[in-house]
């Protein structure tokens, strides 16, 4: 389903928390809304599902006003994922995910295969974690189980307001890259709202930067790291070669279309690539820690199963960080 904002406005109390909002959002598009504190991103994402009625313009939902549809009929194509989880403590893991199958009536034999499904989607083995209870959870893990509640009745549109934001940063990267391999498998429509702008970069297909209620850029993750805006290069920071490095694979600067592994790479050894190189999988941004922390200027590049592809030069990664976009 696509999503579109036309001239939305909202304003709460003195104060205009979204100021004209025109955007578009593709079938299968994962956009992240970023921008300061109080910028609107979140107030955005509510209009989606109605919990904000926009003062003016409207939000459409496959070319429907949302204003024109029932909420519980707009919210049963709508998943939403939010920082506090809000599992229901008196519920198991599986009866959690298994909630909005069970109100629309699903049978049992169906219900009980898709919590099945989801759990092993997310990571969390159903014959371990089903009959588990919330608070028997690590904060990763009730994250996961909330991601398979919002999937659950196979949503074509998922918002997600700062899901990852309560997590330590370890479990927040697995979980960046857990949830970017579930959404190569299902090609969700996905709304995301964050304030951490090297999360946008790893997930968004396009970024969206709020300030003070305006869009002031909407890109792709590269194009928005070149933008020459003053209030975009203050906002994504001195380090924008180093994030751009980290969006991009070492297969795209060799000339091969790898895209990043959902799985992650660290480089070396335990990853499966030989000494000396680098799997066409991997950023470039972990290719230069490789090279910094070997004192090479070179390695050579290997596909996951371990076949020389190329090499990798430092002459490529500047080239990179200057401006060359993956495919």
Not at 17 to 24: C, I, P, R
Not at 54 to 72: H, K, Q
Request: hydrophobic share 45%; glycine share 10%; charged share 25%.
């Amino acid at each position: 389903m696509t999503l579109e904002w036309q001239n939305a406005c909202k304003t709460f109390t003195d104060k205009k928390a979204v100021d004209n909002l025109s955007l578009e959002v593709s079938e299968g598009e994962l956009l992240v809304l970023i921008g300061p504190s109080g910028c609107g991103k979140t107030t955005s994402l509510k209009m989606i599902n109605r919990l904000v009625q926009p003062d003016s313009g409207a939000v459409f939902v496959n070319g429907r006003d949302v204003s024109e549809v029932p909420a519980t009929e707009l919210r049963r194509h709508i998943g939403y994922v939010i920082q506090q989880v809000g599992l229901f403590p008196h519920m198991s893991v599986a009866d959690n995910v298994a909630a909005v199958p069970r109100l629309l009536k699903w049978e049992k034999d169906r219900i009980d295969d898709r919590v099945k499904e989801l759990l092993n989607l997310v990571g969390l083995p159903a014959d371990e974690f089903a009959d588990a209870w919330p608070s028997r959870l690590s904060g990763g893990e009730a994250q996961r189980v909330g991601v398979a509640r919002a999937l659950a009745a196979d949503p074509p549109i998922l918002l997600m307001d700062e899901p990852f934001g309560a997590v330590d940063p370890l479990t927040r990267e697995v979980l960046q890259r857990e949830f970017l391999r579930i959404q190569s498998t299902l090609g969700k429509t996905v709304v995301f709202v964050t304030h951490d702008l090297d999360e946008a970069i790893r997930l968004g297909d396009r970024i969206a930067v709020m300030n003070e209620g305006r869009l002031a850029a909407v890109a792709a993750p590269g194009e928005l790291l070149l933008n020459a805006d003053p209030f975009i290069r203050d906002f994504t920071g001195e380090d924008r070669a180093l994030r751009r490095l980290a969006r991009l694979s070492v297969g795209a600067a060799i000339g091969e279309a790898t895209p990043i592994t959902a799985a992650g790479f660290s480089g070396g050894g335990e990853s499966g690539a030989p000494a000396g190189s680098v799997r066409t999988d991997a950023t470039l941004k972990e290719a230069l820690s490789m090279m910094l922390e070997a004192g090479e200027t070179s390695l050579e590049a290997v596909s996951p199963a371990g076949r020389r592809i190329g090499k990798l030069t430092m002459e490529d990664l500047l080239e990179s960080a200057a401006g060359t976009e993956a495919s």
